[in-house]
C-alpha cells in the first residue's frame, strides 16, 4: 500500500517527462539565506543615517555662515554710524574755528587796523589752546601780521596755502587747508582760513593754525574700543590723525587701498593692511565742511575668528553627532542581523529532510517590519 503511494506520487511529478529534482539537490542549488543580511541592514541603516544628519549639517553651516554674515553686516552698519557721528563731530569743530574767525572778521568791518586786530586775535587765542596762531593776509598773499611774533617784526609764511587762499577770496566761503607743516608753528598744522572786507571794500583772508593734536584729541574723545584705529585724512590722501602711533603716522600717506576707497567715494567700506601691517576692516565718511576723511576700522579677526570658531564648532559637534550616530547604527543592525541570521539558519535547515531546527531567535517583529517596510517601500 505504502509502495503504491510512492509509485503514484512518482508518476505524478514525471508527468511532464523531466526528471524531478531530490530535495537535497534543490537545497544544495540555492544559497543560505543568511549569508549577507548583516551587511546589507548595516549598510542600508548607516546610508539613511548618515544622509540625513548629513543634510542637517550642512544646513546647520550654511544657517550659522548666515547668520554670521548677517551680523558682520550689522557690525558694519554700526561702524559706518560711528565713524558718520565722528565726522560731524570734526565738521562741529571745525565751525567753532570758522565762527570765532567770523566773530574777529566782523570788527575789520568798523575798523581794519592791523594792529588793533592782532591784540583782539592774541585774546580770542586764550579761548582756544589747540590754535597756534592767526595770521591775516590781503588779497596779494603778503602777511600782515601773526600772533606768532610781535606786531611789525618779518615773519615767513608758506606758499603753499595760496590755492584756499584765492579759493576763499574768489568765493567768499571759509577754506580749510590740508595737514601742513607751518615754518611759523614749527609742527604739523591745518589753516582754517575766512575771507574778510575792510570798510574801504579792500579784500583780506584772516586764518586760524590749528594743530593736528586738535584733531588727535578728537578722536580719543570718541572712545575707540581698544585693538581698534580711528583717524582723519586731508584731501591728498595724508593722515592729519591717529588714535594708534600718531608720532609716527601723522604727515604720512594713508595706505593705498584706503586713499583709493576714499577717492571712489564719500563713504563706504574697505579691507586692507594698516600702516603697522595688520589686516583691517574699514569705515569712511567724508567731512562736508573741510573735504577731509574719517576713517574708522576694526581688525579682521574681531570679524573673522568669532566665524571662524563657530563654523568649528559646529563641524566637530556635527562630526561628532555624526560618530555616534553610525555607532546606533552598527548596534542596532548588529541585533537586527542577528535575528534575521538566526530566522535564515531555521529557513536553511527546514531545507534538509530530517534535519535537526536550530533553537528559535529571540526577534522583535516589529522592529524588523519597521525596517523591511523602510527598506522596500
Same mark, same amino acid.
Given at each position: ?12 511529478? %514525471? ?24 551587511? %546589507?541592514? =548595516? ?6 543615517? &548618515? ?33 558718520? !557721528? ?9 565751525? #567753532? ?12 568791518? $568798523? ?49 603753499? &596755502?595760496?590755492?584756499?587762499? %584765492? ?10 587747508? %590740508? ?6 608753528? =614749527? ?6 582760513? #575766512? ?43 595724508? &593722515? ?19 586713499? $583709493? ?12 593692511? !594698516? ?28 570679524? $573673522? ?39 535564515? =539558519? ?5 531545507? $534538509? ?12 517583529? !516589529? ?11
Amino acid at each position: 500500500m505504502i509502495k503504491g503511494s510512492s509509485e503514484v506520487a512518482g508518476a505524478s511529478l %514525471n508527468q511532464d517527462g523531466a526528471v524531478p529534482m531530490s530535495a537535497s539537490a534543490s537545497t544544495k542549488a540555492q544559497p543560505p539565506l543568511g549569508s549577507a543580511p548583516r551587511q %546589507n541592514i =548595516r549598510g542600508h541603516l548607516l546610508r539613511v543615517v &548618515v544622509a540625513a544628519l548629513a543634510s542637517m549639517a550642512l544646513i546647520t553651516l550654511g544657517l550659522l555662515a548666515w547668520n554670521m554674515t548677517s551680523q558682520r553686516r550689522l557690525a558694519e552698519a554700526e561702524m559706518g554710524r560711528t565713524v558718520q !557721528a565722528i565726522a560731524a563731530a570734526l565738521d562741529q569743530q571745525l565751525l #567753532v574755528t570758522t565762527a570765532a574767525l567770523q566773530s574777529l572778521v566782523s570788527t575789520m568791518k $568798523e575798523n581794519a587796523d592791523p594792529e588793533r586786530l592782532h591784540r583782539i586775535a592774541q585774546d580770542v587765542m586764550t579761548h582756544h589752546p589747540y590754535w597756534s596762531h592767526v595770521i591775516l593776509r590781503d588779497d596779494t598773499g603778503k602777511i600782515l601780521f601773526t600772533t606768532a611774533i610781535s606786531y611789525g617784526a618779518p615773519a615767513a609764511g608758506t606758499d603753499a &596755502v595760496i590755492p584756499w587762499i %584765492n579759493t576763499a577770496l574768489l568765493t567768499g566761503q571759509p577754506q580749510v587747508s %590740508n595737514l601742513l607743516y607751518g615754518p611759523i608753528a =614749527r609742527a604739523p598744522v591745518a589753516v582754517v582760513f #575766512v575771507p574778510a572786507r575792510g570798510p574801504d571794500g579792500r579784500q583780506y583772508v584772516l586764518g586760524a593754525a590749528v594743530t593736528a593734536t586738535k584733531w588727535e584729541a578728537l578722536l580719543h574723545e570718541q572712545r575707540i574700543p581698544s585693538g581698534w584705529v580711528a583717524g582723519i585724512i586731508d584731501r591728498d590722501g595724508v &593722515v592729519v590723525a591717529r588714535t594708534r602711533a600718531a608720532e609716527s603716522s601723522v604727515g604720512k600717506l594713508a595706505p593705498d587701498w584706503v586713499r $583709493e576707497a576714499i577717492r571712489t567715494a564719500p563713504e563706504g567700506h574697505a579691507s586692507g593692511p !594698516a600702516l603697522e601691517g595688520e589686516p583691517l576692516s574699514l569705515a569712511f565718511a567724508r567731512s562736508h565742511v573741510s573735504g577731509w576723511t574719517v576713517a574708522f576700522a576694526a581688525p579682521a579677526k574681531v570679524f $573673522e575668528a568669532p566665524m571662524r570658531r563657530s563654523l568649528m564648532v559646529a563641524a566637530t559637534v556635527c562630526v561628532l553627532a555624526l560618530g555616534f550616530a553610525s555607532l546606533l547604527v552598527l548596534v542596532s543592525a548588529r541585533r537586527l542581523s542577528q535575528a534575521v541570521m538566526g530566522l535564515a =539558519r531555521v529557513v536553511d535547515a527546514m531545507r $534538509e529532510p530530517g534535519a535537526k531546527l536550530p533553537p528559535s531567535p529571540s526577534i522583535d517583529l !516589529a522592529e524588523l517590519a519597521s525596517v523591511y517596510e523602510c527598506r522596500f517601500r
